[in-house]
């Protein structure tokens, strides 16, 4: 990695506890994995989705890359705490098996700091030991790894279910996908041409042009959509009509207005204030409801998160 990357950046996010897998991987602990298995509050996904928190493993196949500088992101962007590097020059890739092989050695390293905490819940402890689910969507942009449809298709071989996150910038690797994920994220961080260059920082050509290539996919898809909306008080959450216009392009199977958090490097450009709270995230999502032929079917207070969809209920994948 040290190759890759200056070992300063490498320090800065061993410091935030992300855990390296091979050359250019990482799995970090989600919040949510320490709240279940300690006070038995799971995170939304499982609440909407029925996927097991404490079965998930939260990791990235492209820790360094991006075809994005999104204001919002909390993972480290070349330039901030003056480190630099190129990050549209790509490595040579790891195989998928060595990823997911690592990525299942570091969650249950993350898991061992559970073992001897007399708070923790024992059988759902067994169970974590034994993941079940993998949140492809860490930091960076997964289509840029070569093989992002292999490593779908090896975590599926070994029983689990995927969701992938993408900005939508490759819509050629999404075509191409060999096997789609048991559910598929596109970032929609902005309801027009304008607004995406300022808040999401291309740093490629025709990228906006990309990003409505991929809405125009999505119907393909056998597998459910989901058009994320990472919401930042004062910089996306105007112009509504533009996002319907988007979302009745896509035709995705969910919406999913989330509020910006105010974490990780993200805090280096955005300030404690652009974080919407969550009265303004439901009106947010009810005038998007409005606009458009979607319902608001579900919500979760504590991330700030609303679900619509035109389902009555989210499809679930997690036995109850
Ligand atoms: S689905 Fe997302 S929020 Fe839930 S445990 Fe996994 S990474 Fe965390
Ligand atoms: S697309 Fe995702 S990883 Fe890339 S800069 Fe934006 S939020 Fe960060």
Redesign the pocket.
């Known amino acids: 990695m040290e190759n890759l990357v200056p070992t300063s950046l490498i320090q800065a996010l061993e410091r935030q506890r992300y855990h390296f897998v091979g050359r250019h991987s990482a799995v970090k602990r989600?919040?949510?994995?320490y709240e279940?298995l300690i006070h038995g509050r799971?995170?939304?996904?499982?609440k909407f989705y029925g996927?097991k928190?404490h079965q998930?493993?939260?990791m990235t196949p492209a820790l360094f890359y991006c075809t994005q500088r999104c204001l919002f992101c909390w993972r480290a962007q070349s330039g901030d705490l003056r480190i630099t590097w190129d990050e549209m020059k790509l490595p040579m890739w790891d195989n998928p098996e060595t990823i997911v092989e690592g990525s299942i050695k570091a969650q249950l390293r993350i898991l061992s700091g559970y073992k001897g905490n007399t708070e923790t819940n024992q059988q759902k402890f067994k169970e974590a030991l034994t993941p079940r689910?993998v949140?492809i969507?860490?930091t960076g942009e997964p289509t840029l790894y070569q093989h992002v449809g292999e490593l779908v298709q090896a975590f599926h071989e070994r029983g689990f279910t995927t969701?992938l996150v993408s900005n939508g910038t490759a819509p050629s690797v999404l075509a191409k996908l060999n096997e789609e994920p048991t559910q598929l994220y596109i970032s929609v961080c902005a309801p027009d041409e304008e607004t995406y260059n300022h808040v999401c920082q291309p740093q490629i050509p025709k990228a906006w042009e990309k990003l409505k290539e991929t809405l125009e996919l999505l119907p393909s898809f056998k597998c459910p959509t989901v058009i994320r909306i990472t919401s930042v008080r004062g910089l996306n959450m105007e112009n509504i009509e533009g996002y319907a216009k988007l979302i009745e392009r896509a035709n995705p199977t969910y919406i999913e207005p989330k509020a910006y958090m105010h974490v990780g490097f993200s805090r280096l450009r955005l300030g404690y204030e652009s974080m919407p709270d969550y009265q303004e995230i439901r009106e947010f999502a009810g005038q998007i409801a409005k606009e458009t032929s979607y319902n608001v079917i579900d919500e979760s207070r504590e991330?700030r998160v609303v679900l619509l969809s035109r389902l009555g209920k989210p499809i679930r994948f997690g036995a109850d």
């Open positions: 989600c919040r949510w994995l279940t799971p995170c939304y996904k499982q996927i928190t998930c493993i939260q689910h949140a969507s860490l969701f991330s």
